[in-house]
């Protein structure tokens, strides 16, 4: 059973973000959003979750379509 998000919840990644070359902070917060911060810096980008996942499945489905063409035309 999964908990509703009603605290914020603040993570940071493992490896560093190869194009700042610095951690991300990510932030869980209530509404339904997520907020990305580079570690030592203080402004934090703020996105919600609905977008993260609707952008995720279209980008997986246009992966999909465009390896299956590159499979047809061979």
Do not use: H
């Not at 999964?2 to 993570?11: A, D, F, G, I, Y």
């Not at 190869?18 to 997520?34: A, C, E, H, N, S």
């Amino acid at each position: 059973m999964t908990t509703e998000l009603r605290k914020p919840v603040k993570r940071l990644t493992v490896n560093a973000v190869p194009t700042v070359k610095r951690k991300i902070v990510v932030y869980l917060l209530p509404g339904d959003v997520l907020g990305f911060r580079e570690e030592g810096r203080r402004r934090i980008w703020t996105v919600p979750i609905g977008r993260v996942y609707t952008q995720t499945v279209r980008w997986t489905i246009e992966a999909e379509r465009s390896a299956k063409k590159k499979g047809k035309q061979r």
